[in-house]
């Protein structure tokens, strides 16, 4: 009997040592708590500068734009990043999308200690936010320094909106004769449009995803309804109970994609491939900022609610001209060094902390932040036989012109996109297979080190562009609202992945 009592208070001690084992290894660190939080909003910049300062380990940041990490080398060099002994070896920001920084945020939060974690995240898609930030433990946290709150919209504090990024219709005028210009969105449904209008595809583009959904609701698809009729002077007979479409915005979104051209899977490429001649009296619905780029022709491009003479003057398209999202700035919960963090954010939301996104198509929450006001550049074209995409390029070492071409591998499992750049001078080809880090790469050519940080040759179009304010957007854009989104995502968006499987289009690039 003795034996059995030992045997069996031998097993409750294997299964409760078994029961913490696995309890200690699902521990999740702590976060920041709210109080922490509450309390530091009402803090001066001097009081949350001397709490960040008894933080120590790694600042480090997560971004679904590329443009954070130029904001974080600002951020050090600032008065702020210098009073806290920040470096570009402890203060580091990664451009991640949104699905991959969620990952790394539960990944975190399961980790020993909280010193290799992140402390700060922009962020987009309102629905997933939403929804994390309703979690019983999020992973993310809100905090709106009082200074800011007077200068930023009540609507959006709550999560802090960093930025704005319109996405606008656009069509290409190299024929002269503005032949895509339209003044109703309906007419994007006929049929001259089929395979003509480029648009990443929702299924791989959450915020496009988004924007669909968004026309779903009453405010949106009763605006299309009153547009619908407006050009054909009578209802449609396939919208209402029982009918093929429950509302008017169902209706539109089933005939706008069946139109769209999926062929391109960036923005930038859109802008880009839009621009080239070739495509004259195409259209796109891409992000505005993209005319920024060096590889767009933006002499061929006309933003469909501007006229011919540029931002300042409006041409009403009905009921909308395109759409709206926000990237939002927010602590990770996790993270080892909060204070820091917030005084990022609060970097960020300066006129000096939003200078990366300075640029046409940027706009900052801050109403104190003007918008761009400047020039659009083209890039050099060539005649050379060697280009294959007609263009010229410029090392940046030694001013010499070159020309580019690259082909997506796969390395180790990876997509690696691997450049191979030709000297036209003197002929020789050099390729780089290294662009995954980001870092500027040294190749040896006739046995000395090539720098292959390579920007476009690029020439200034006369005349200055003036964007809009923010408050002018918003009265003509559909806006992301997350609560919405999130209500019904899971069954409209099931219906236009449906869509989206029925479209055809294979018109080419």
Not at 80 to 96: H, P, R
Not at 139 to 155: G, M, Q, R, T
Not at 237 to 253: P, Q, S
Not at 376 to 398: A, H, M
Request: proline letters at 2%; aromatic letters at 10%.
């Amino acid at each position: 009997m003795k034996k059995k009592i030992i045997s069996l208070v031998l097993a409750l001690t294997l299964v409760a040592s078994a029961v913490f084992v696995l309890v200690a290894c699902n521990k999740v660190l702590p976060s920041v708590s709210d109080e922490v939080i509450a309390a530091a909003e009402k803090m001066d910049m001097d009081a949350l500068l001397a709490e960040a300062k008894k933080e120590s380990g790694d600042f480090i940041a997560y971004g679904n734009t590329s443009r954070i990490t130029t904001a974080m080398t600002n951020f050090i060099a600032s008065d702020w990043g210098k009073a806290l002994g920040l470096t570009d070896k402890n203060a580091v920001a990664v451009k991640k999308s949104d699905s991959e920084i969620y990952s790394l945020l539960r990944e975190e939060s399961r980790a020993k200690t909280s010193a290799g974690n992140a402390s700060m995240v922009l962020i987009q898609d309102s629905a997933s936010l939403d929804l994390e930030r309703s979690a019983k433990d999020p992973l993310v946290k809100n905090y709106v320094s009082e200074e800011f709150k007077d200068k930023v919209d009540a609507n959006n504090r709550l999560p802090l909106a960093h930025q704005f990024i319109n996405k606008l219709f656009m069509y290409n005028v190299a024929d002269k004769e503005n032949t895509a210009q339209f003044n109703n969105v309906w007419e994007l449904t006929k049929a001259e449009y089929k395979g003509q209008i480029f648009f990443k595809n929702p299924k791989d583009e959450q915020v496009n995803m988004n924007f669909l959904i968004m026309l779903t609701n009453g405010e949106w698809s009763g605006k299309l309804e009153t547009a619908y009729k407006a050009l054909n002077g009578k209802e449609a007979d396939d919208v209402g109970a029982g009918k093929t479409y429950e509302n008017y915005g169902y209706k539109w979104i089933a005939e706008f994609i069946a139109n769209c051209n999926f062929s391109i899977t960036s923005d930038t490429t859109i802008a880009s491939t839009l621009s080239k001649e070739s495509n004259k009296g195409k259209m796109g619905l891409f992000v505005l900022s993209k005319l920024r780029d060096a590889s767009v022709y933006g002499d061929n491009l006309q933003v469909s609610a501007w006229d011919k003479d540029g931002a300042n003057n409006f041409v009403e398209i009905d009921p909308f001209a395109g759409f709206m999202y926000s990237i939002y700035a927010q602590l990770a919960a996790k993270g080892p060094r909060p204070y820091t963090a917030m005084l990022f954010i609060n970097y960020l939301m300066t006129a000096e902390g939003f200078k990366p996104w300075e640029s046409l198509g940027g706009y900052s929450a801050n109403k104190d932040v003007p918008v761009y006001e400047g020039s659009l550049t083209k890039p050099v074209e060539t005649t050379d036989e060697r280009s294959k995409d007609g263009f010229l390029y410029l090392d940046n070492n030694k001013k010499e012109m070159i020309l580019t071409n690259s082909e997506k591998v796969k390395i180790d499992g990876k997509d690696v996109t691997i450049k191979t750049y030709t000297y036209l001078d003197g002929g020789a080809t050099i390729t780089d297979k290294d662009k995954t880090t980001g870092k500027t790469t040294q190749i040896k050519v006739d046995g000395k080190d090539k720098d292959l940080s390579i920007k476009n040759k690029t020439q200034k179009i006369e005349g200055g562009v003036s964007d809009q304010p923010l408050s002018f957007w918003t009265k003509c854009l559909v806006i992301e609202d997350g609560a919405y989104i999130l209500s019904v995502k899971a069954e409209v968006q099931d219906w236009i992945n449906t869509k989206l499987a029925s479209n055809n289009t294979t018109v080419k690039k």
